[in-house]
């Protein structure tokens, strides 16, 4: 898991300079630029279906939850989990044009949102450290 959370790191931070960047400057994008993105896109999916399966730690009585329904609930609840179905829609995909397909691509920056996830994992990283050292 923890190699996981580094590369989503990687990507997260790679969105958030390659996606504004690419709306400011470049004009045309070539099919490799959209694959990539296309292949991005879905690992940022499959990392939800990671966090729907990754265990918890509850703050009331600092247990770690493993059962997998309350997991998913847990996950649901939560705001990250709004902010990563949200940046990760593929806007892209939807082959509008024109001034419409401007408007759509401006809806792209919601990627940058991924950011945050950082600081999320870099806290359950810091949670699990201390967990294995209580042990």
């Given at each position: 898991?923890?190699?996981?959370?580094?590369?989503?790191?990687?990507?997260?931070?790679?969105?958030?300079?390659?996606?504004?960047?690419?709306?400011?400057?470049?004009?045309?994008?070539?099919?490799?630029y959209h694959f990539f993105n296309i292949l991005i896109?879905?690992?940022?999916?499959?990392?939800?279906?990671?966090?729907?399966?990754?265990?918890?730690?509850?703050?009331?009585?600092?247990?770690?939850?493993?059962?997998?329904?309350?997991?998913?609930?847990?996950?649901?609840?939560?705001?990250?989990?709004?902010?990563?179905?949200?940046?990760?829609?593929?806007?892209?995909?939807?082959?509008?044009?024109?001034?419409?397909?401007?408007?759509?691509?401006?809806?792209?920056?919601?990627?940058?949102?991924r950011i945050g996830k950082i600081s999320k994992i870099?806290?359950?990283?810091?949670?699990?450290?201390?967990?294995?050292?209580s042990i």
């Amino acid at each position: 898991m923890f190699y996981w959370d580094i590369f989503i790191i990687i990507l997260s931070i790679y969105n958030t300079i390659a996606l504004p960047f690419t709306l400011a400057y470049l004009q045309r994008t070539t099919y490799a630029y959209h694959f990539f993105n296309i292949l991005i896109t879905i690992l940022f999916f499959i990392d939800i279906i990671v966090s729907l399966r990754t265990s918890y730690i509850m703050a009331t009585s600092g247990d770690e939850i493993f059962h997998p329904k309350l997991i998913a609930i847990n996950y649901a609840k939560s705001a990250i989990f709004w902010v990563d179905i949200i940046s990760t829609f593929p806007f892209e995909l939807l082959g509008f044009s024109g001034t419409l397909q401007k408007i759509v691509s401006l809806l792209g920056v919601l990627k940058v949102v991924r950011i945050g996830k950082i600081s999320k994992i870099i806290a359950n990283l810091n949670v699990s450290t201390q967990l294995k050292a209580s042990i």
